[in-house]
């Protein structure tokens, strides 16, 4: 079957850098997607990793390990705003979109 | 980047109505539209792939003829839950497809809170 993993809950603390894993089994891949998602509200792009390796934008940064089945984000400088959920969602060989069930990180001041 | 208007943002209704949310793509035109539904503290689960000019793909558990798709042109795309009732109250995403800088990404509309009372 298909299946993402990531934490289900994660604590910062405000300034500070935070991690949050995904790992997948999918059959194919065809891209890594970061979303936030606010509560009650619908999620917002953040990144997308097609090929191994990091992309940075801004405070925010995507890492894809195809091989590893294997994926974080990375959060600098963390603000309290950035409480919300990330989920993590990877297009299989169909073009599917096989979503994770999201990490709920909380900040602290 | 792309935007996909999607509205309305709440609806409260009786049980027993029919709700239509209406999701746009407001400056790209999407062959392809997704909805979804999520229930709180769940992830999203993808309903039906709505096509233009075709008829959607529904997954499997969700009934076609409680979830009507129509994506009449290549910027509109409507769910219509007919019959509503309060098992039916969640939260319902839209998304477009849209190639951006040589890759396929999904915008996704503001989403909207159905209470059925």
């Known amino acids: 079957g298909q299946n993402i993993d990531q934490p289900t809950e994660m604590t910062a603390t405000e300034g500070a850098i935070v991690q949050i894993n995904c790992t997948y089994q999918?059959?194919?891949?065809?891209?890594l997607f970061w979303y936030q998602q606010h509560a009650g509200e619908a999620p917002t792009f953040l990144s997308y990793?097609?090929l191994d390796g990091l992309e940075e934008k801004g405070r925010f940064s995507s890492f894809l390990s195809r091989s590893k089945g294997y994926s974080y984000l990375l959060l600098k400088e963390l603000q309290m705003k950035d409480s919300a959920s990330y989920l993590c969602?990877?297009?299989?060989?169909?073009?599917?979109?096989?979503w994770g069930a999201g990490t709920k990180l909380i900040i602290k001041p | 980047g792309a935007v996909v208007s999607q509205h309305p943002s709440r609806v409260i209704c009786k049980s027993g109505t029919s709700v239509k949310i209406e999701c746009r793509s407001l400056?790209?035109?999407?062959?392809?539209m997704f909805w979804y539904r999520q229930f709180p503290k769940q992830s999203l689960m993808l309903m039906a792939t709505?096509?233009?000019?075709?008829?959607?793909?529904?997954e499997q558990g969700v009934e076609k003829d409680k979830f009507l798709i129509n994506h009449a042109s290549l910027t509109l795309s409507t769910l219509t839950v007919t019959s509503a009732h309060p098992e039916d109250s969640s939260f319902y995403i839209c998304?477009?497809?849209?190639?951006?800088?040589?890759?396929?990404?999904?915008?996704f509309g503001s989403g909207t809170q159905l209470s059925v009372l």
């Open positions: 969602a990877v297009t299989d060989s169909n073009y599917q979109l096989i």
């Open positions: 709505s096509n233009e000019g075709s008829k959607a793909t529904y």
């Open positions: 990793n097609v």
């Open positions: 999918t059959s194919g891949f065809n891209g």
């Open positions: 400056d790209f035109q999407a062959t392809t």
């Open positions: 998304s477009a497809s849209a190639s951006l800088q040589g890759s396929e990404k999904l915008f």
